[in-house]
């Protein structure tokens, strides 16, 4: 984009238009602003794409601001892709969903040289190729932040989303346009491409992510668990400029869709991987390519000529990870030929041509200060391990899950012991081992408590249970876990009334028990610091919703132990009204499939205890809903999705995904699969070569006909 000769030019260019004697309204003004431009984009580029800077900051926002001006006085002259017009003024409401134009799939991962050898094997096989020879394989880094797809069309972005759920993913191109590592115009054309579709990784860098934090810190707002969190919610932010402050970049590191203006797929005519990254660096975008400040000798990615220089390679990098300015969660291997590549094909998970390499998990020692037991919605009771904050694989460490007495004792944890504390990617931390040899006689034992740390009523332990339970189902923590629990996703579902907001509710003493949420006070709550009336209002719209939910869903509420979604669903299926459940007895629910006994014990226990069923009983008179409902009849099916209830066939083929995979996204998104065109069919699905279903189709007014495209975007809703 920009060769040695264009960059010289650009250079002198910028430090004439920052020379004193520049006259800003004189001249060609049209020429002006497309010089000033030109020059932004360059400056752009060295400083956030190739991290190296050819002028100061100072000087930047003097041409920056001479542009502004320009433009100011000649809107005439504003262009979409100008540097100054990144950052838009409207913020965004809900982010709107778009289909990406090839499924975005995962990655098979791998974890040693033994996995990445059986995957070279398996790509010989697949390939047809002679057990012997080599296979060339593009290796680069493993991105640790938010996944996002660009396309660019005619040359200009026109979308951008993050990857949601693989075929659908939200729009967010009015953050990313706010990247200045991202060009908002790229010369595709030159390379016979219309329009592209390329997949990559917002990141912050972990410097930079140190900073924001250290920031949030003093502002005492909280802080951000790692900087992939803190780069997917600025993906998210409803305000660009906002989005803009947090420092995002993105690195570009797949072509997964490019076709010429006739809608031909060019893909093939890149040869390999590493031709179509080169392309993208040549465009002026961050790839892999880029020198990102790690050891000389170690590049970021590289193509290698076997299998073995690929573990070599791989090897190398764990070591050098933490030297890499950006979180890095392993290291991707592809096959670079793209002829191979297709040969290869596709699981509906990943391809078959690439593999994540996976660094090891990280340890790190620390001090086990001390260990508390908490009572949970069961009145389980865990100990939980309080840690010497220590620092493991991007986050801070401080509290860890002991889980059982069990656990403490066979690992013989002792209060002041240094303990082993490892963290594998998204895998919560847990404690490895203590390490004994580092004692000086200080440490403690671990004394389990006999009585609740809460009520102080006397735990107990079943028998075929490894942990300890406190009894009393009035115990004040297990009411408030309980309380939370009633109100969270999967349960009723009620937002705006989480964790914190419960027990400030309860140490008002508004809630006693469940039923209470449903007769709130909402003059009192609008009245409350940090609520108000808009608060108020939507607390009490998320409730009165909640009081139509299906019946599953408040039977899951109740935390009756063992009685998850599944189970719920199950029971619910079989009766009329809650209540119902007061009269079984305990052979009823064993009748039902899938119901052990277990559970069947506890749902009956929990029928037979008056104070529950008075509970219940309140509730229906506030207007919870204890009646079955449609939802509740049909455990099986999914009980929400855009194309519930509705019928649907495919037919013809499908260019983005297999029939079978369609199949199971529209089974997820609520429907029934038809097994012909008839007049129960509501949607018919046409891809390419659509025969005889579609004239009977058309023929009957009553079916919808769909692209696939559509298909996307409607299970998208
Ligand atoms: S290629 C069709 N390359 O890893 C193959 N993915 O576990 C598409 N990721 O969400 C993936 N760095 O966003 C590829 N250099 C890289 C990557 C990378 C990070 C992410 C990707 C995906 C996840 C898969």
Redesign the pocket.
């Known amino acids: 984009m920009f060769s040695p000769s264009l960059q010289r030019q650009l250079y002198e260019l910028s430090k004439k238009l920052l020379s004193p004697q520049a006259t800003l309204f004189e001249g060609d003004q049209s020429r002006l602003v497309e010089d000033l431009q030109q020059v932004l984009r360059f400056h752009e580029w060295k400083y956030y794409v190739q991290n190296d800077p050819v002028i100061s900051d100072f000087e930047y926002d003097q041409l920056y601001k001479q542009l502004e001006a320009l433009e100011a006085a000649h809107p005439d002259l504003i262009t979409p892709d100008s540097p100054t017009q990144r950052v838009g003024k409207d913020l965004t409401e809900n982010l709107a969903q778009v289909a990406h134009l090839t499924p ?4 098979d ?1 791998s974890y040693d040289a033994e996995d990445l050898n059986d995957f070279d094997e398996q790509v010989k096989k697949l390939c047809k190729l002679d057990k012997e020879g080599d296979v060339e394989y593009c290796v ?9 797809v660009l396309v660019y069309e005619n040359d200009r972005l026109v979308r951008a989303a993050t ?1 949601g759920n693989g075929a659908v993913g939200d729009d967010i191109t009015a953050n990313i346009r706010t990247l200045r590592s991202v060009p908002l115009q790229a010369e595709f054309s030159k390379y016979g491409i219309h329009k592209v579709e390329l ?3 917002a990141l912050i860098r972990k410097d930079i992510f140190e900073k924001i934090n250290k920031a949030r810190q003093e502002a005492n707002d909280q802080i951000f668990a790692n900087p992939r969190n803190a780069a997917t919610g600025a993906l998210r932010m409803k305000d660009p400029k906002e989005a803009a402050e947090r420092g995002l970049e993105a ?1 570009l ?2 072509m ?1 869709y490019a076709v010429d203006d006739q809608d031909n797929n060019i893909i093939e005519r890149f040869h390999s991987h590493d031709e179509s990254i080169h392309m993208l660096e040549s465009l002026g975008f961050k790839t ?1 390519l880029a020198n990102a400040g790690t050891r000389q000798h170690l590049p970021a ?1 590289k193509t290698c000529g076997s299998i073995r220089e690929v573990i070599e390679f791989c090897v190398n990098w764990q070591e050098y990870r933490d030297e890499y300015p950006y979180e ?5 291997v ?1 096959v670079n030929s793209i002829e191979l590549q297709e040969r290869c094909g ?1 699981t509906s998970h ?2 078959r041509w ?1 593999i ?1 390499f996976k660094f090891k998990a990280r340890q790190a020692t620390t001090r086990l200060r001390d260990v508390e037991f908490q009572v949970g919605k069961t009145g389980a009771v865990t100990p939980v391990a309080k840690l010497e904050p220590v620092p493991l694989a991007g986050v801070t460490v401080s509290n860890v899950s002991l889980h059982n007495e069990e656990f403490i004792r066979s690992k013989d944890l002792r209060i002041g012991d240094q303990v082993l504390v490892e963290r594998a990617g998204d895998v919560i931390p847990y404690i490895v081992k203590s390490l004994p040899e580092l004692r000086d006689g200080s440490e403690q034992v671990v004394h389990y408590p006999k009585n609740c740390p809460v009520c102080h009523s006397l735990l107990v332990k079943q028998e075929e249970e490894a942990v300890w339970r406190c009894e009393n189902a009035e115990c004040e923590a297990q009411v408030v876990q309980r309380m939370i629990f009633h109100t969270s996703k999967h349960a009723m579902d009620i937002e705006g009334l989480g964790e914190s907001t419960i027990e400030r509710f309860y140490k008002l003493g508004w809630l006693r028990s469940i039923a209470d949420m449903y007769r709130i006070d909402y003059e009192a709550v609008a009245k409350l610091e940090g609520f108000g009336e808009k608060s108020a209002a939507n607390l009490r719209v998320a409730i009165e919703k909640a009081k139509q939910n299906p019946i599953y869903r408040l039977l899951h509420s109740l935390s009756i132990h063992h009685l998850g979604q599944k189970g719920s669903k199950l029971v619910a299926a079989e009766i009329g009204h809650v209540l119902d459940l007061k009269d079984w007895d305990l052979e009823k629910y064993q009748t039902i499939k899938d119901v052990g006994p277990v559970l069947a014990k506890n749902v009956f226990h929990f029928f037979q205890n008056e104070h529950n069923i008075e509970l219940l009983q309140t509730m229906e008179q506030l207007g919870v809903n204890l009646q079955q409902t449609e939802a509740d009849k049909r455990p099986d099916a999914p009980t929400e999705g855009p194309l519930l209830g509705r019928s649907i066939l495919f037919t013809g083929t499908l260019s983005q995904m297999t029939r079978e995979e369609a199949e199971k996204r529209a089974i997820a998104a609520g429907a029934n699969i038809a097994s012909g065109v008839s007049k129960h069919l509501s949607i018919l699905v046409v891809g390419e070569k659509a025969g005889s279903k579609l004239k009977k189709a058309q023929a009957l007014e009553s079916v919808e006909i769909w692209s696939e495209v559509e298909f996307l975007e409607r299970i998208a809703d």
């Open positions: 975005m799939l995962s990655l991962n680069e880094p493993k991105y640790d932040g938010g996944t996002i990857r997949r990559g990784e690195f590191y797949q997964g892999p990615t890095l969660d392993g290291m991707v592809k596709y990943h391809p690439a994540a």
